[in-house]
């Protein structure tokens, strides 16, 4: 046969229904639906964790060694591929006493522009104090705004936030004044992601030589361990049970493909007693599983791509949605063609007879 003739006799089959293509197209396309849509959602909720665990404060390492971090060298480590931010926090025994309640006066700090960045504060340019956003409710102030204190009025810069959420406590109420020319820090908070050992290491470089024997030692720690010490996306990814949905996306496709030839056994059969070529039914047979195969393909990779893609992960969204389609194709395929190597002609009889 000619390869006009193929298609033509091909589209026959699959406009009048001969193939099923409906039926096939909607079985397949719900099972790899079902099995890419469990597969995204376990993506999805291990990405919900590592979020949630970064903003929570468990990436964040911090090192705390009374008047001996130096404000410079912390905000360095900034610089370093996989930090997002560095910044060094002082902490006087100092005071800002709001005039509006002079009873509860705010704890102070000083901090460099890096620590600002660690805490993710809402700052703007015009200078002054950044208030917890728990010190700043209770005050009434917003970003902008003047606050009266017992040493005269300073403006309020931004916010920052640090609920209680089994990060350290003792600094949810508390007001950040600028470091400006202050050299030497108590703290030291590195914000890194994804988390890298080092970091414990490279904190210590911060440091400047102790002023007597007396000196407690610095403590290295996460500023929120409650998450636990490590956060291990790869092993997550790679360990989730839903990995193995290529494979059953696969092994179904097979089984139906086999299913839709063996429906049709019996004029396939009659074919071959015909005279048609072997060649020509197996090119008609692949193109017509290749019209049911291809459209839930195609819904799936195009879901994926919904989902995942319209956050930027356009690379995983292909990957994941790959993963599904293209077993379920080759699986169908080859289902198809394992069907028409069952299918013989001396068998005709005997398949018109179970029929």
Not at 237 to 263: E, H, K, N, P, Q
Request: proline share 4%.
């Amino acid at each position: 046969m000619r390869l006009r003739s193929i298609l033509r006799e091909v589209g026959r089959n699959v406009l009048t229904g001969t193939t099923r293509s409906v039926l096939l197209t909607s079985v397949l396309g719900a099972v790899c639906l079902v099995l890419l849509g469990a597969d995204l959602l376990a993506v999805r909720s291990i990405e919900n964790a590592a979020t949630a665990f970064r903003e929570a404060g468990g990436s964040t390492m911090t090192i705390v060694a009374s008047g001996r971090v130096d404000g410079a060298r912390c905000e360095a480590l900034g610089q370093i591929s996989g930090v997002r931010a560095a910044g060094a926090l002082a902490l006087p025994q100092e005071k800002v006493t709001a005039s509006s309640l002079p009873g509860a006066p705010l704890p102070a700090g000083y901090a460099t522009d890096g620590f600002l960045s660690v805490v993710h504060a809402d700052v703007d340019r015009g200078g002054g104090v950044v208030l917890s956003e728990d010190a700043a409710r209770t005050l009434g102030r917003v970003r902008a705004d003047v606050l009266e204190t017992t040493d005269g009025p300073t403006r309020v810069a931004g916010t920052f936030p640090y609920p209680v959420d089994g990060r350290r406590s003792g600094l949810g109420y508390l007001a950040l004044l600028p470091g400006g020319d202050r050299a030497v820090f108590d703290e030291c908070w590195v914000e890194a992601w994804p988390q890298d050992e080092r970091l414990r290491t490279l904190l210590f470089t911060t440091l400047l030589p102790p002023a007597d024997e007396s000196t407690d030692d610095p403590v290295v720690g996460q500023l929120n361990a409650s998450l636990g010490a490590a956060f291990d996306g790869h092993a997550r990814f790679a360990d989730r049970i839903t990995r193995f949905g290529g494979v059953v996306a696969g092994v179904f496709a097979l089984l139906l493909g086999i299913v839709a030839v063996r429906a049709r056994r019996v004029e396939l059969a009659a074919a071959l007693h015909d005279r048609v070529r072997a060649a020509d039914l197996w090119s008609m047979s692949l193109l017509e599983a290749t019209a049911w195969v291809v459209p839930p393909l195609a819904v799936c990779m195009a879901t994926s791509m919904l989902v995942l893609g319209a956050r930027g992960d356009l690379l995983l969204a292909a990957v994941l949605g790959a993963r599904v389609a293209i077993p379920a194709g080759l699986g169908a395929l080859l289902g198809t063609m394992f069907g028409l190597a069952l299918t013989r002609e001396r068998h005709l009889f005997l398949y018109a007879k179970d029929r």
